[in-house]
């Protein structure tokens, strides 16, 4: 996979049109990231997906927290048919800080992640769900036909949620920029997969004997600026180093050699709204360890390093300076890099 994350801070109509330009600069994913403070992502993922042939669409990520897991089991069985059998369902636990502006912060966890993507298996299957658990449904069922399975992809980045996902789901869309980290994680999902139940095979059209694991989607979430002006790209980064910083756990400052001081005090101007004094505090390490910036044949390097151990490259927010020319930029940099699974498929 070679996705992109495209964020509803700009209209419908325009995501529309940025997802045209990221199939033909070849991309074969589209993402939507998904919270209550921008534009709706199924909306935008509808308008992605009349305006496209063949990349396929989904939210990036969505939460069973917002949004009761039967009615998003609903609302990604809609995607499917609107996109003709294109839909990719990401989901994951959350921002906790976007979470905990709904009251939601404390209801974060695991569980409730997988139990909403079993759910939603089971409704697409033709099932009907009774469930008692991080959620409550009583006979709830689908009166549509989903046509097809749809690839489910966890995101997170704690050691539990990577290695449930080896273990249960079809791909980890894993939140890391530098390689290091992607070993990391690759270490974790490693540990799911030895504990996959026999008979649970991946769902996608490449995946191998049931139970074993193969065709599991190990995918680079990567914060990516670009442009041919390698200063301008990694100024365009800061703001979501900053974020990504404030969020890492300790062992992960560790790893970076990123003083957990430095970090804090990131931490500190984003919690009380000084979003200008939290970027000016972000450091060149920060940039390098959190993100994929400078110049296309950098993010080249940098992505195919990542790549010595991710299956897959998602390029995330914020692109670039400017976002069309760095979709074009990207698709240029990272193309041929990863296996386009329109190739397997054969929906071309």
Known sequence: MLGIELTPEHPVSRIGDLGVLAEDAGFDTVFVTSHYFNRDPFVSL????????SVRVGPAAANPYEVHPVTLASRMASLQEA??????????PGDPSTLGALGLAEERGLRSVLEAFEAARDLWAGGTVTHDGTFAARDAGLKYDVGGSIPVYVAGEGPSMCRMAGKRADGLLFNGSHPDDLAWARERVAEGLAERPAGDGTSGEDGGEEGDGEGFDLAA??????AEDADAAREAARAPVAFITAGAAPPVLDRHDIDREAAERVSEALSTGEFSE?????TPAMVEA????????????????????ADSLVLG????????T??????GATRGLVADPRDRTGSE
């Open 221 to 226: 979430y990567a914060a990516v600026s670009v």
């Open 278 to 282: 939290a970027f000016a505090e972000v």
């Open 46 to 53: 509808d308008r992605v997906a009349r305006r496209t042939d």
């Open 290 to 309: 959190f993100s994929m910036a400078g110049t296309p044949g950098a993010v080249t390097d940098r992505a195919a390093a990542v790549l010595d151990h």
């Open 317 to 324: 927010t914020p692109l670039g300076p400017d976002v069309e």
């Open 83 to 92: 996109s003709r059998g294109r839909a990719v369902y990401g989901i994951g």
């Open 326 to 331: 760095a979709i074009d930029l990207l698709g």
